[in-house]
Each structure stands twice: as C-alpha cells, then as structure tokens.
C-alpha cells in the first residue's frame, strides 16, 4: 500500500531537465559523469543536481517554496554552481525540451542501476528519451486531495505544454510541432493520463493491482503526464519543455499554484466528458501551440491562448503575493502575442540558418535569465 505523506497545501517545487552541449559546434556531449564529479567535490548547493537517463543531460531541482520569488533566487543560485563546474569542463548548458541535432545512437545510458534496467527494458526508447522537461511539484494536503486536484488539471494541461514549448527542431529537421519532446514520451507504454479514480483508496486498489500484474514496481515506473507523488506529498505536472530561461520555469510553476488555489477554494467533481477530448487538446497544444484549437467540456471551441487568457482571469485572485501576479501577468503576455520560446528559436534559425547558432545562443540565454 501507498502512503501519501501529507504536505503544506500549494507549496512548489521545481526540477529541470538541462542539455549538456559543447562548445565547439554545440552538439549534445557527454558531460554529466564529469560534471557530477565536480559537484560532489565540495559542498551541495542549495536544492539537488543529479544525472538523468543520458550523459548528455543533467537536472536540478529545488526545495520546498511558498513564494516564486525564493523559488527563482533558488534556482539562480543552482545555475551559478553549475555554470561554474560547465565553465572548467568548457560545456555549454541550455534549456530547451529537445536539442536541435543530435542523433538518439549516439547517446549513453549514464551508469547508474535504474538507468540500466530501463534501457534494458525499452530499448532504443531509452536513448531516444534525451529530452527535456521541466515537472512542477504542488503540495497535496493528502491524497484524495491530490486524486482530485490530478484530474481537475486534466483540462489545463494543453495550456501548460503550449506555454512550455521549446522543442521545434528534432533529429535536425524542423518538426513542425511546438513541442515534439512528447512525441518521444508517447512511446512508453504507461504514458498518458492517470486513470480515472474517485480517492486515494481507488488509487491504492489500482497501484497494487499493476503491480501484482509485475507491471510496475513503483511510481517512477507511471509516465504519465500528472502522477500523484506520494513520498513528496504532491502531484507532479510532468508535460512541459524545459523553458530557455529560468523566469518562464518559475512562471509556469505560479500558474499551477494558481490553479490548485482555485480548486482548493472552488471544491467541484471534474467535468464529466472532459477525457474524451483530452488527447486531440493534448495534440493540438503539442502540434500548433497557443494557435491549437481547444475542445471544452461542453462541446464549445476556442483557441489555446484564449482559453489561457480566460484562465488566468479566473485565477489571478489566487496569486496571493506581487510576485506570483507578475509572473501570471508575464504569461498571458505570452499568450496575447503568441511569442514563446519555440517562436524564439525559429525566429534565430531563419537569421542565422545554423541549429549550432541556435543552440549557442539558448545557452547565452539560460545563463542569463
């Protein structure tokens, strides 16, 4: 049985998932084994740095915030650390949810046991899995709560995944998505949205029953795009792109504060029809962004960045301090213009005609904001 450890209801936390390039011609290397052997050669910085699935990534992750503005210093402090250890190793470091050319043969499974087992497991899958996000942790105050709160954020996760979008190149081709990163989690088979359970204890039945079947050990074994995390006390919005720049994580992590205030003042059972459309949205967001075509619950249509805008009307009475205003303010600016970050990154393709150009400059961009 799962044991939800209760948390501070609508605390944040934030881990990214950082492309390792070097600076020669800005293709994905394998830099992480070097540069965890120079973090752990002095003091942990605020929050966590640790490997991921490939050596061409690296992630980091902070603790536990009531406030976006600690949030960002936080992870200000984190990025110099690493900044520092990349500088001495000459690598470079970006945001971005897939790196523009890099071919999925040439990465590495970094050593590590449960690394090992999944590529054992899924085979090219896992090389194909270098790609990056960025997954937003709320506080639950138990798990009926975050039962509820996963499926009521079912509708809004289109707005997450086009507000996100960083990923338009892939394998070295213009993929003509906003975000093609969760075309390469589609292929896991425990990918998609969590089943549709009334409470904690529904939750707890299904979990051991998939485990019975042998087919999952544990909740890292679920992809899917919200999870309840039990051991953290929080639900996990797991669909973003890592965003090129720290302001747009943090961002992002506001909006779903936002969302679980409103919910936690406005109790109400989901929309009942609301999964039927819930993968062609999911589409739409991935494919055209915030200019996809959004199917609400009743049958109406809208635009994603107008139905992004409506929302954040509704929410902004939840942003309780000046800086998680501004950092809904900062997104609807985003929708209204429709300019995020995979706008950014073709917009320096056509200037410069060189992914290695563009890669370059989302490094610059990381480092600096």
Request: charged content about 20%.
């Amino acid at each position: 049985m799962l044991e939800f450890t209760p948390s501070t209801p609508l605390t944040l936390g934030v881990e990214l998932e950082l492309q390792i390039v070097n600076r020669r011609d800005y293709n994905l290397t394998r830099g992480a084994s070097d540069l965890m052997e120079l973090v752990h050669r002095e003091p942990a910085p605020a929050g966590e740095i640790k490997p991921e699935i490939t050596e061409g990534m690296i992630e980091i992750s902070t603790g536990i915030h009531h406030d976006v503005d600690a949030m960002l210093a936080e992870l200000a402090s984190i990025r110099a650390v690493l900044l520092r250890h990349a500088d001495r190793l000459n690598l470079g470091l970006c945001g971005g949810g897939a790196h523009p050319f890099q071919q999925w043969p040439d990465q590495r499974i970094y050593p590590q046991p449960r690394y090992r087992l999944v590529s054992e497991l899924y085979g090219y899958l896992a090389q194909q899995f270098t790609v990056f996000g960025q997954h937003i942790h709320v506080g639950c105050p138990d798990g009926d709560h975050a039962v509820q709160w996963v499926q009521r954020l079912a509708p809004y996760m289109p707005h997450f995944i086009a507000l996100s979008a960083s990923s338009p190149f892939y394998q070295g081709v213009d993929s003509a998505f906003q975000s093609s990163r969760l075309n390469c989690v589609n292929a896991f088979p425990l990918s998609g949205f969590m089943p549709a359970v009334a409470d904690w204890a529904e939750f707890n039945a299904y979990f051991d029953k998939m485990r019975g079947f042998g087919v999952v050990e544990s909740m890292k074994d679920f992809y899917w795009d919200i999870r309840p995390k039990p051991e953290f006390g929080t639900l996990e919005i797991r669909v973003c792109d890592t965003p090129l720049t720290l302001a747009r994580a943090v961002q992002l992590a506001a909006y779903a504060r936002a969302l679980a205030a409103w919910f936690q003042a406005e109790p109400r059972a989901p929309e009942p029809d609301q999964m039927c459309m819930y993968a062609f949205n999911r589409f739409q967001a991935c494919r055209f962004g915030l200019a996809g075509n959004l199917i609400l619950a009743d049958g109406a249509s809208c635009s994603i960045a107008e139905h992004v805008l409506a929302t954040l009307d509704t929410v902004l009475p939840y942003a309780d301090h000046p800086g998680m205003r501004a950092a809904l303010v900062a997104l609807g600016e985003v929708a209204r213009k429709q300019d995020g970050d995979a706008h950014w990154l073709r917009q320096q393709h056509q200037a410069r005609g060189s992914l290695g150009q563009v890669v370059r400059l989302a490094c610059e961009q990381w480092a600096a904001q």
